[in-house]
């Protein structure tokens, strides 16, 4: 299933006028691709993904998740289908201290209502899966900065979501931590199957994604010189 948005304007109110800040913006995602979307600061990016993740609603246009339109859904509506099809990886893991890695990913599956054994299996297979094994019972003090943004990753996919939204997990890591993030969310979107969205200002690990699109005041363009075998489809 993909991530599709469709004719999307959302504006701001701005003194007696109103700011722009997706202008018509169509893009597709479909199931197991990544695509980068770049940009400059107040460009529409972090827009763009409150919109992908339904915490805004438009002024206008469609937003599909995995085949669900969101147009007219309610509030619970709306969070339930998040918790259930969307993983996000904010900026910055924001872990809580008190808990270990493996725990920070079960309290997610509480709120889902999954039985604990079950939470932990999966906790351990995810962590597994971003290289993270033998480190569930760390504390976030003890892991390093590629290490927690690692357990992000694995907490945003605890309730298997259809759609990944991404934004900028690199910004607090150096050059090389970086690189392995990128390429760890490569390998995971296409293991995976979901329609993961990446924001981020760091244009020098974009190789291996499928996508690359740029956002300029508020609309959405291919990227100039992105000359990638990409998927995801703009309009």
Request: no cysteine.
């Given at each position: 299933?993909?991530?599709?948005?469709?004719?999307?304007?959302?504006?701001?109110?701005?003194?007696?006028?109103?700011?722009?800040?997706?202008?018509?913006?169509?893009?597709?995602?479909?199931?197991?691709?990544?695509?980068?979307v770049i940009g400059p600061s107040g460009s529409g990016k972090s827009s763009l993904l409150a919109v992908a993740a339904t915490l805004i609603t438009p002024d206008s246009g469609r937003v599909v998740l995995a085949g669900r339109d969101t147009t007219g859904l309610g509030r619970a509506a709306l969070t339930t289908l998040r918790r259930t099809t969307v993983g996000t990886v904010f900026q910055q893991p924001n872990l809580?201290?008190?808990?270990?890695?493996?725990?920070?990913?079960?309290?997610?599956?509480?709120?889902?209502?999954?039985p604990p054994h079950a939470a932990r299996q999966r906790a351990r297979e995810l962590l597994a899966a971003v290289?993270?094994?033998?480190?569930?019972?760390?504390?976030?003090?003890?892991?390093?900065?590629?290490?927690?943004?690692r357990v992000n990753i694995a907490r945003a996919l605890m309730n298997d979501p259809a759609v990944l939204l991404v934004d900028e997990p690199t910004s607090a890591l150096d050059h090389v931590r970086g690189a392995a993030v990128l390429e760890l969310l490569t390998t995971l979107t296409h293991r995976r199957g979901t329609a993961t969205v990446l924001v981020?200002?760091?244009?020098?690990?974009?190789?291996?994604?499928?996508?690359?699109?740029?956002?300029?005041?508020g609309r959405l363009t291919p990227a100039p010189g992105a000359d990638l075998p990409g998927r995801a489809r703009t309009v």
């Open positions: 299933m993909s991530l599709e948005l469709t004719d999307v304007t959302l504006t701001y109110p701005d003194g007696d006028a109103r700011l722009t800040a997706l202008d018509r913006v169509s893009l597709t995602v479909p199931a197991g691709s990544l695509t980068a809580l201290p008190s808990l270990t890695a493996a725990e920070q990913l079960q309290v997610m599956a509480h709120l889902d209502g999954r290289g993270l094994e033998g480190e569930e019972g760390k504390r976030a003090h003890q892991l390093s900065g590629g290490q927690r943004q981020t200002h760091d244009r020098s690990h974009l190789t291996a994604v499928d996508a690359v699109v740029e956002v300029t005041d």
